[in-house]
């Protein structure tokens, strides 16, 4: 089964740009989803399909993937966007769904 | 509007069972696989499983298998998660999120609000 790995926490200063990382092994044809969850709140979600942004999120948050690196890009960091990232993907092969470990956006 | 509304606060003791529901609205309960996932307190996302509530097959994470099962009451587009042989490991918030099938592979939208149930003595 797939093993995420993200950094704990990314700081950045209001206006500038953050990016958070997801990474194993190698993705291949999989594609990884990011969730935003704020605190007391359940996730919602960001990008999907590495590069597809979900219905109503801005256009600040955008995503790629290089082939054992996903990255969420935050654009004009907000206050309102400090929150926890969650990156998601499907093994398909054992039918299982595993998210990364989390990390923590600080404005 | 798609929306997931679950039951409220639960306060176990250890050894007991747990039984959260999940009420679909805005969107046929049927549809779509409804999933199970998990936050202990300061804790990461843990997905638990799913259920298909048209025919009512379930695929539960080896870790839960054997104290979890998922089922639905379709008649009132409600979904439910039951889990047994509670410990304190097990107080967390617990989400119920629909299988989103736009684009390539499956993923989670939206979310229900999540109930909390806490293990205690």
Redesign the interface.
């Known amino acids: 089964s797939y093993v995420l790995t993200q950094p704990p926490s990314v700081s950045v200063a209001p206006g500038k740009t953050a990016r958070v990382t997801c990474g194993t092994d190698y993705f291949g044809s999989i594609t990884v989803h990011w969730y935003q969850q704020r605190p007391g709140q359940a996730p919602v979600l960001l990008v999907y399909d590495d590069t597809d942004r979900a219905s109503g999120i801005s256009e600040r948050f955008s995503g790629s993937n290089s082939g054992n690196t996903a990255t969420l890009t935050i654009s004009g960091v907000e206050a309102g966007d400090e929150a926890d990232y969650y990156c998601q993907v499907w093994d398909a092969s054992n039918d299982v769904y595993v998210f990364g470990p989390g990390t923590k956006v600080s404005v | 509007q798609m929306q997931l509304v679950q039951s409220g606060t639960e306060v176990k003791k250890p050894g007991a069972s747990v039984k959260v529901s999940c009420k679909a609205s805005g969107y046929t309960l049927t549809a779509y696989y409804l999933?199970w996932?998990r936050q202990a307190p300061g804790q990461?996302?843990?997905?638990m499983g799913w259920i298909n509530p048209n025919a009512g097959g379930t695929?539960y994470?080896q870790k839960f298998e054997g104290r979890v099962t998922m089922t639905r009451d379709t008649s009132i587009s409600t979904a439910y998660l039951e889990l047994n042989g509670l410990t304190s490991d097990d107080s967390a918030v617990y989400?119920c999120?629909r299988l989103?099938t736009?684009?390539?592979?499956?993923?989670?939208?939206?979310?229900?609000?999540?109930t909390l149930v806490t293990v205690s003595s």
């Open positions: 999933h996932v990461g996302l843990e997905w695929n994470a989400f999120a989103a736009m684009g390539i592979q499956p993923k989670f939208d939206p979310w229900g609000q999540g």
